[in-house]
């Protein structure tokens, strides 16, 4: 029983991220977390009325970024990035990221439970 619950706590994406509310936006990196089971990364974005709106995205397992060629050093405080996702269901400024644009002009995945077209 033991062993089951690890994959029992785990979600599907579509529990908590709306695959249909695609979001793609641009910002500055203001934190990097890379923990389990899911890294974040924080980003400060301006909206259309010029305010900064405080952005949280969910990437994938940081063993997965890593498999995918990510390195912690790929992106640091201060980083101009472009994110494409889906929209959190329940938290404002919540998405699952699926690509990301890095600074370098790189397109890469975000390891995250759902691959945007083309990614593999």
Do not use: C
């Amino acid at each position: 029983m033991a062993a089951a619950l690890p994959a029992l706590a785990h979600h599907a994406l579509s529990a908590e991220f709306d695959s249909t509310k695609k979001v793609n936006m641009e910002g500055v990196v203001t934190r990097i977390e890379w923990m389990n089971p899911h890294a974040w990364l924080h980003v400060d974005v301006t909206n259309a009325a010029g305010q900064v709106e405080r952005w949280q995205f969910e990437f994938g397992a940081p063993v997965e970024l890593l498999r995918r060629g990510w390195r912690k050093q790929d992106l640091k405080v201060g980083d101009r990035v472009s994110i494409g996702g889906v929209l959190a269901k329940y938290r404002e400024f919540t998405a699952n990221a699926q690509s990301i644009v890095l600074p370098n002009g790189a397109r890469v995945f975000s390891g995250s439970a759902e691959r945007p077209a083309g990614v593999e």
